[in-house]
């Protein structure tokens, strides 16, 4: 499953430093570069901890100099050693670029160089940097990790369906191309209607730049020694097998917390990193709410709902009579119905960000109503809470077809052909549903999920073992063995 990795271990002086590194009880050291959103990088930072925590790693994290500073962030974070890279934006980030374009392609310039002074200025201490991690939506990363001779592990942070839908659009052209269908796509991709595809498919031409990141993410995959998936091999088992044939992609997730897994993690409970300020009235607000009466209500850092639509989720919601938390960001308040916000006071709680684990992971919490981001809808499934998933764009549309279709552990709501929107009666129905009598199968699946999430990442697990082979692998390649 995993190719050959080679190394071009030339001189003595490498030599030495790998005994350095030995005596200093490391056995080996990655630098980890997401992509710098919080939806991707708090999976990988996860992810890290996990290896730096419990496989013996010392992993650094490189965000972009804006988001470091942004959040005032340390030099750890936990287990996790904390680097800056360039994105050509550092005083802004991605705001202030003409477009996701010319962002990329600055963050791809200024990025390249700053990934290159970081492995240099290590290669003079006893820990240099042997592997990188790098998210595919920067495919740059790994054209700077073999000019120094380094290991390269992509690490992809959405579903292996979605992956794969990718992976053969930009081989093979077969998502696009008329002459396919649903039926006739590689065995082992779950049946998607039109509508089930990520939006890039199912909205041609929307996004273009952002459509071709997600293509590009395999423009050099072949090259990479190692691909991760933020998944659990049970959860996408026959897309997993099929998709390995062509493409070795071993499944590491859930990357949530330890906490709310294994608890293999000394004192982790949260991801560490958040470009939005949590409201800590949540969790005191739901101990005051009986077991399982309150929907939730999330939709992402990145979701922006038009005016009509927040209307018509707050009516609906408003209908159900059930107790609501809604995280509504400061940018989002304006679209809410007038005096919404006063008039639910004894049934709602609006705030502008939430610590969603907590709030996931409470008694009180009978459903959650999101958008079907893939680290959302993994956390769910891996705490076991039912959803109502109303997808917007890019990978959700797939996400929400597998947790109604295949997971069985929600309802995908139906939008009206006339307006375009999600109307309050659909959203008013979908919720009773999933709170009612209809929803207690979801969360018998939802809990079998949970305990198979449990299952892959604690000791022996597939995720657990994929990891270790990564590990074991990683730390063979030393100059001793060349």
């Not at 287990?79 to 670029?97: C, K």
């Not at 009986?290 to 408003?318: T, W």
């Not at 960000?353 to 891996?382: D, K, R, Y």
Request: aromatic share 10%; proline share 5%.
């Amino acid at each position: 499953m995993y190719k050959q990795i080679s190394y071009n271990y030339k001189s003595l002086e490498r030599a030495k430093e790998r005994e350095a590194m030995a005596s200093s009880g490391y056995r080996a050291h990655v630098l980890a570069i997401p992509y710098p959103s919080q939806g991707h990088i708090n999976p990988l930072l996860q992810f890290s901890k996990r290896l730096a925590s419990s496989k013996g790693l010392k992993v650094t994290l490189a965000n972009t100099i804006f988001i470091a500073n942004s959040l005032n962030l340390p030099k750890s974070a936990g287990y996790v050693q904390l680097e800056t890279i360039s994105d050509g934006y550092d005083d802004g980030g991605f705001a202030l670029a003409e477009s996701i374009a010319v962002y990329l392609s600055r963050l791809e310039a200024e990025g390249s160089k700053s990934v290159a002074e970081i492995i240099t200025r290590h290669k003079s201490t006893p820990n240099p940097i042997d592997c990188i991690i790098y998210d595919p939506f920067l495919p740059w990363a790994l054209d700077v990790a073999k000019q120094f001779g380094l290991a390269t592990a992509a690490f992809f942070t959405q579903t292996c369906t979605v992956n794969y839908t990718y992976y053969l659009e930009h081989h093979h052209g077969l998502i696009r191309n008329p002459a396919s269908s649903p039926n006739n796509l590689p065995l082992g991709l779950h049946i998607l209607e039109p509508q089930d595809m990520p939006s890039f498919f199912s909205v041609p031409g929307s996004y273009p730049a952002y459509f071709e990141m997600v293509l590009n993410q395999f423009s050099n995959t072949d090259k990479a020694d190692f691909i991760f998936a933020n998944t659990f091999y049970k959860l996408e088992e026959e897309v997993v097998d099929s998709m390995s044939q062509v493409c070795p992609m071993l499944t590491i997730g859930p990357t949530i917390p330890s906490k709310y897994l294994d608890n293999s993690i000394r004192d982790n409970k949260e991801y560490g990193l958040h470009l939005f300020e949590i409201d800590s009235a949540c969790t005191d607000w739901l101990n005051t709410k009986p077991a399982g009466s309150v929907v939730y209500v999330a939709f992402g850092s990145m979701a922006n709902l038009s005016d009509k639509q927040m209307q018509e989720l707050a009516l609906g919601l408003k209908a159900t009579d059930f107790h609501f938390l809604w995280v509504v960001r400061d940018s989002e308040e304006a679209k809410l119905p007038e005096k919404f916000k006063e008039e639910m006071a004894e049934k709602g709680l609006l705030v502008n960000w939430s610590p969603q684990l907590e709030v996931l992971s409470h008694e009180a919490v009978g459903c959650f109503f999101t958008h079907g981001g893939w680290n959302s809808t993994i956390e769910a499934l891996s705490l076991g809470m039912p959803m109502v998933v109303m997808p917007q764009w890019t990978d959700q549309p797939t996400n929400s077809k597998l947790v109604e279709g295949l997971w069985k552990v929600g309802i995908r709501v139906t939008v009206d052909q006339n307006s375009g929107l999600v109307g309050r009666e659909e959203i008013e129905l979908c919720i009773r549903k999933v709170m009612g009598e209809e929803g207690i199968e979801m969360k018998m699946n939802a809990k079998k999920w949970r305990e198979l999430a449990i299952e892959a990442v604690s000791e022996g697990g597939t995720s657990d073992k994929n990891i270790d082979e990564f590990v074991s692998k990683l730390v063979i390649a030393k100059p001793a063995s060349v």
